[in-house]
């Protein structure tokens, strides 16, 4: 390789055009997923506090959104349900009329094309607001995962295209696909949340889907941030159990982890920046420390530069729209 002053790096950074040619990573709105949160009733929007720009609506008004996303060009969306009532085993999860199936259904009938993607946990559903079924003051893992089964499969009926598994206990992804496929929708894949860890950031969505513990925090089941070899141990066997696509949650703060999966796995990779990645940018730009709209695109950049071939992001519609 030649040196200065043979070879000069500013050369091609002088002008956008130069730069356009050579750069080497980029975002289109191809690679973007929107979360929608979706509640009871009718004409109901309420802003998040935390999170700028994101809401809670009821159906009709979701499909405003999705409208929006689908025209902008956001090829996904993924839908959070918050239910009418809450108890022990979240058994709202599955209930055909609950606001999930029913925005499934009414996406599905007026805008076909857009992707529908579901979140599949018990935390939204619980009143302990844990992932699964609690005895002794602790998640149990194998009998949740019935519980998982029949609310995926209950999505599927509903319409919905893909299910995204996010509670972390093991065994999960072979206990929907087994369900799935029983069902004869052996089309529908999952897309798992394989390397969820227990992170700080994820605060402001727990005011977004009313899901924070009632006690106690998710570290028995979600991964201790420190561990990565441990993250491709999780993501190997849900890719054995059937994953299609392996998700990296969060994204900013494990940029390392979205690089280790996608180069030993080759597999389609998606990774979530947060609610409280997002809503961390916003607050800061809020205060005028930085440019909101800059800081947002540089680190979608970093996410896909780190190997992600798609992303969760609240910015999506805001991504597209510039
Ligand atoms: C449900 C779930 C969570 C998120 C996605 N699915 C919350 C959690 O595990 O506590 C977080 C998403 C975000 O912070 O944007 N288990």
């Known amino acids: 390789m030649s040196t200065f002053p043979e070879y000069r790096p500013r050369r091609l950074r002088r002008t956008e055009t130069l730069r356009r040619l050579v750069r080497e990573t980029h975002v289109t709105v191809d690679d973007l997923i929107l979360p929608l949160f979706v509640v009871p009733g009718r004409g109901v929007r309420r802003p998040v506090g935390s999170m700028p720009g994101v809401y809670q609506t009821s159906v009709d008004e979701l499909l405003r959104d999705a409208e929006e996303a689908a025209k902008l060009g956001v090829p996904g969306v993924l839908l959070f349900g918050l239910p009418e009532h809450k108890d022990e085993v979240g058994s709202e999860a599955w209930n055909e009329r609950g606001p999930v199936q029913e925005a499934l259904r009414a996406l599905k009938r007026e805008i076909p094309e857009l992707l529908a993607i579901t979140d599949v946990c018990m935390c939204e559903y619980t009143s ?35 299910v995204a598994p996010s509670d972390m206990m093991d065994g999960r992804v072979a206990a929907i696909r087994r369900a799935l496929d029983d069902e004869g929708f052996t089309h529908v894949p999952i897309l798992s949340y394989a390397a969820k860890y227990a992170s700080a950031f994820y605060g402001p969505f727990r005011e977004a889907a009313e899901s924070a513990p009632q006690f106690g925090d998710r570290r028995g089941y979600q991964m201790d941030p420190p561990n990565v070899e441990e993250a491709l141990r999780e993501v190997w066997l849900d890719i054995e159990e059937g994953a ?13 982890v979205i690089w280790r999966v996608k180069q030993e796995t080759g597999y389609p990779v998606c990774a979530y920046h947060v609610s409280g990645e997002y809503s961390a940018i916003l607050a800061a730009a809020e205060r005028g420390w930085l440019d909101g709209a800059r800081a947002m695109r540089e680190v979608l950049t970093a996410i896909k530069r780190a190997g992600a071939d798609m992303i969760i992001t609240y910015w999506a519609r805001e991504f597209a729209r510039r």
Not at 143 to 155: D, G, M, N, R, V
Not at 244 to 254: G, L, T
Request: charged share 25%; proline share 2%.
């Open 128 to 162: 302990h607001g844990h992932c699964g079924v609690i005895r002794d003051g602790e998640v149990q893992n194998d009998e949740t995962l019935e519980l998982l089964a029949k609310e995926a499969l209950s999505h599927a009926r509903a319409g919905a295209d893909i």
């Open 244 to 256: 299609d696509i392996i998700m990296v949650k969060p994204a900013q703060a494990y940029l390392d």
